[in-house]
Nanobody, 115 residues
Framework: QVQVVESGGGLVQPGGSLRLSCVAS????????MGWYRQLPGKQRELVARDSIGGSTNYADSVKGRFTISKDNTKNTVYLQMNSLKPEDTAVYYC?????????WGQGTQVTVSL
């Protein structure tokens, strides 16, 4: 059973960057579609970005052009590069498959964008 550990969050000023990492204990093969999700305070968890078997990527409109998802199958790691961060990006970020499996949700990593 795959388990994930997210890291890389922190406090950053508006306009700054962070790179999140998600290391899976199981094998993330090239056949798995992975996604990054976030949960804003008081809101439901939402999909931020996902890759696909064919290599294409999809992003929520709110992060398009600013966030980039990538995957290193040799390291069982998924990344989320976040640039031009805004205060409204403040949330707990999670990785999971797409669509998500309830058994995989990790603890997430907190991202706070503030002066």
């Amino acid at each position: 059973q795959v388990q994930v550990v997210e890291s890389g969050g922190g406090l950053v000023q508006p306009g700054g960057s962070l790179r999140l990492s998600c290391v899976a204990s199981g094998r993330i093969s090239s056949m798995s579609t992975m996604g990054w999700y976030r949960q804003l305070p008081g809101k439901q968890r939402e999909l931020v970005a996902r890759d696909s078997i064919g290599g294409s990527t999809n992003y929520a409109d709110s992060v398009k052009g600013r966030f980039t998802i990538s995957k290193d199958n040799t390291k069982n790691t998924v990344y989320l590069q976040m640039n031009s961060l805004k205060p409204e990006d403040t949330a707990v970020y999670y990785c999971n498959t797409f669509p998500p499996l309830q058994t995989i949700w990790g603890q997430g990593t907190q991202v706070t964008v503030s002066l």
